[in-house]
């Protein structure tokens, strides 16, 4: 059971399933590891007698991965012992394509996924900070041979010492090397790429995009810059990949929300098409101490929207930040506008020295007055009223001493991918 809200899919029972851990960080978004601090935790609780034992260290008072990462041979067949339909993240305490974890290893989970997708109709997700790897084990069709040997030992039951699971799999028909022949689509399993900027979303996503998947998935969390999902700067892509007849290197823009858009940026004025897109994309604000903003949502949502692609919002962070809309004649702002409809003016504040002073001091995000913070480097910020986009609205301008707001129409910010709609209708038809 999990409580991450992109695993409670209707018709499916939200799970997450974590057969290795440990890991190193790789961008910013590493920052504030959640899984590294949960490693830790687990680790003193289990006092040192667990797979957990070694995966990180204190530094400076803080928890640091030490690079080892540990396969938890008790846990790689859960998948396979669970009757009721679920949605799971593979993963959450690693990185599949860490640099350290052996593609053996990585077959094991495959065909454990793969075996149990077939079995009981459980969906995985597998996210990676680590798109160029995912791209080249996955487009290997050794991985695929390796994968089906794992997936004959596992049903001849080599991977089930105790017999804990229900029933008996040999009888089921499943092949890697077969399902990638005819086309790459392996059902079941969603591969994607964790972007938290731009630079990131260029870096990974035409890796994606070139991984031969069922569904692509998008996660935006945590959310710490804009990303333009339509115009991502692929320089990765190959002359193939490209679908263009004048292929320019690789000096191309194009939307990974949409597979029949893809614009040259010099030499070439091909339209390229063809190519494969982004099935969901979701996302959320960091609860930590880097505030992010709605804007960046609200805009990623509107990509989506447009282009038809599924969308899931997860959380607005532990602050939302004001946009200044106001400034003295030296370029001092002195009132902010909020995505949730309210506004800040310092001049309306009967204690607005100390609001000036506060946003001029350094050193962290600290309380100022009512419900306002200061960030530390100058910009006010907010504690948002609730976790949802529903309602928020974007500033667009200031009248006679008031925000003017533009409040978007929000269907749902509660999407799943369109394959995962029909199999979760398929299943309840089937009953
Ligand atoms: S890739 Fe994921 S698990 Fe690894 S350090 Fe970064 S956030 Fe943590």
New binding site residues.
């Given amino acids: 059971m999990t409580k991450i809200e992109w695993c409670h899919a209707p018709g499916f029972k939200a799970e997450s399933w974590n057969p290795i851990v440990g890991?190193?960080?790789?961008s910013p978004?590493?920052t504030n590891?959640y899984?590294?601090d949960q490693a830790a935790h687990i680790e003193r609780m289990s006092r040192g007698n667990s797979h957990y034992a070694g995966t990180t260290r204190q530094v400076n008072g803080k928890t640091v991965?030490t690079g080892k990462v540990a396969m938890a041979e008790h846990k790689l067949d859960e998948p396979l012992r669970w009757n009721k339909r679920r949605f799971v993240f593979t993963n959450s305490m690693?990185?599949l394509f860490?640099e350290a974890f052996e593609v053996a290893g990585i077959a094991r989970i495959v065909a454990v996924m793969m075996l149990a997708h077939a079995w009981r109709g459980h969906v995985f997700v597998v996210l990676t900070?680590r798109g160029a790897r995912m791209r080249e084990v996955l487009s290997d069709p050794e991985f695929w041979m390796l994968v089906d040997l794992f997936i004959s030992e596992t049903q001849i039951e080599q991977c089930d010492p105790d017999n804990r699971r229900k029933g008996d799999l040999r009888s089921l028909r499943v092949s890697a090397e077969e399902a990638m022949g005819e086309g790459g689509y392996l059902p079941g399993i969603i591969w994607g790429v964790s972007v938290e900027d731009q630079t990131r979303a260029d870096e990974r996503i035409p890796d994606l995009l070139a991984t031969p998947a069922w569904q692509r998935c998008i996660s935006a969390e945590p959310l710490l810059g804009e990303i333009n999902l339509e115009r991502i700067r692929a320089e990765r892509l190959t002359r193939e990949e490209c679908g263009g007849e004048d292929f320019c290197g690789g000096q191309l823009y194009m939307s990974a929300l949409c597979n029949n858009a893809r614009e040259c940026a010099g030499q070439c004025d091909s339209e390229g098409g063809g190519g494969a897109s982004i099935d969901w994309v979701f996302g959320g604000l960091e609860s930590g101490d880097r505030p992010g903003r709605l804007e960046w949502a609200l805009n990623l949502q509107a990509q989506c929207a447009s282009n038809g692609v599924a969308f899931l919002w997860k959380q607005n962070g532990s602050f939302l930040e004001g946009v200044a809309t106001q400034a003295d004649t030296d370029g001092t702002p002195f009132s902010w506008a909020f995505a949730d409809g309210t506004y800040f003016d310092v001049n309306d504040e009967r204690s607005h020295t100390i609001a000036r002073d506060a946003l001029a001091h350094s050193g962290g995000v600290r309380h100022i007055l009512n419900e306002w913070w200061a960030s530390g480097d100058g910009r006010l910020l907010k504690k948002p009223a609730s976790k949802s986009l529903s309602g928020n609205a974007l500033p667009v301008g200031w009248k006679g001493g008031e925000a003017l707001f533009d409040v978007p129409k929000f269907e749902s910010c509660l999407q799943w991918p369109r394959a995962i709609v029909e199999l979760a209708a398929d299943a309840e038809g089937g009953q």
Avoid: L, R, T
């Fill in positions: 890991c190193n960080i790789v978004g590493c590891c899984a590294m991965w690693s990185d860490y900070k």
